[in-house]
């Protein structure tokens, strides 16, 4: 079950209830950014996400009146982006359908090639070529972060929603699950593959710095 919502937070819908301007504005700087980075992962341009998330501003003021709290504020705000960007983007014709991300792909996550056979007389099913080591400082290295991107963005749309939600934007699973209507098992199994093949594009990149 997703996290209900903060103290804070209840605070805050009270006075987004009240019409408060400021508390309106402080959830705007707080979401916005992360907001349109979620309608990216369905849309096909920024400008397309940007829109989507000026719409889906306008339902969140639209049904704050109606939240609980049951949930997390951002859980909220992420599912209304995800379903509104979602729907512009099969309008679009630019999306596979939703229904087929509850069918995670048969294709291995890594290449069986990297693992010892089941016969190996002493390792038998481990590693290989084991995973590069990925060193912190290099994480904040710029050539690093922009092939990173280039790596999420070349995942299936499935895979790319999930990893953007938990690695980029930080979000919990169940949070992920709310915002994209999957089961917890195959949000792990799309986590896995996301990750999975995102370390496989990233390998050479680190194997050339080290």
């Known amino acids: 079950m997703d996290a209900a919502a903060h103290p804070e937070e209840l605070e805050l819908i009270?006075?987004?209830?009240?019409g408060d301007e400021a508390a309106f504005l402080?959830?705007?700087?707080?979401?916005?950014?992360?907001?349109?980075?979620?309608?990216?992962?369905?849309?096909?341009?920024?400008?397309?996400?940007?829109?989507?998330v000026q719409e889906s501003w306008l339902g969140v003021l639209q049904g704050i009146a109606g939240i609980e709290g049951r949930s997390s504020l951002r859980s909220w705000i992420f599912s209304i982006v995800?379903?509104?960007?979602?729907s512009r983007a099969q309008r679009e014709a630019r999306?596979?359908?939703?229904?087929?991300?509850?069918?995670?792909?048969?294709?291995?996550?890594?290449?069986?090639?990297?693992?010892?056979?089941?016969?190996?007389?002493?390792?038998?099913?481990?590693?290989a070529t084991p995973p590069e080591h990925w060193a912190d400082e290099r994480l904040a290295l710029r050539e690093t972060l922009e092939l990173t991107r280039q790596a999420i963005e070349k995942l299936p749309p499935a895979q790319r929603q999930v990893i953007v939600?938990?690695?980029?934007?930080?979000c919990s699973s169940e949070e992920v699950c709310a915002a994209l209507g999957l089961s917890d098992g195959n949000q792990r199994v799309l986590l896995?593959?996301?990750?999975?093949?995102?370390?496989?594009?990233?390998?050479?990149?680190?194997g050339r710095s080290a």
């Open 82 to 86: 995800s379903n509104r960007a979602r």
């Open 95 to 127: 999306s596979v359908p939703f229904s087929s991300f509850d069918a995670p792909d048969d294709e291995p996550a890594v290449d069986p090639e990297r693992f010892l056979p089941p016969d190996h007389p002493r390792w038998p099913g481990h590693w």
């Open 165 to 170: 939600l938990r690695d980029v934007e930080g």
């Open 26 to 52: 402080s959830l705007v700087r707080r979401y916005h950014s992360s907001m349109v980075r979620v309608a990216q992962v369905f849309c096909s341009n920024e400008s397309l996400a940007e829109e989507v």
């Open 192 to 206: 896995h593959r996301a990750r999975s093949k995102g370390r496989a594009m990233l390998e050479p990149h680190f």
């Open 14 to 18: 009270s006075a987004l209830r009240q």
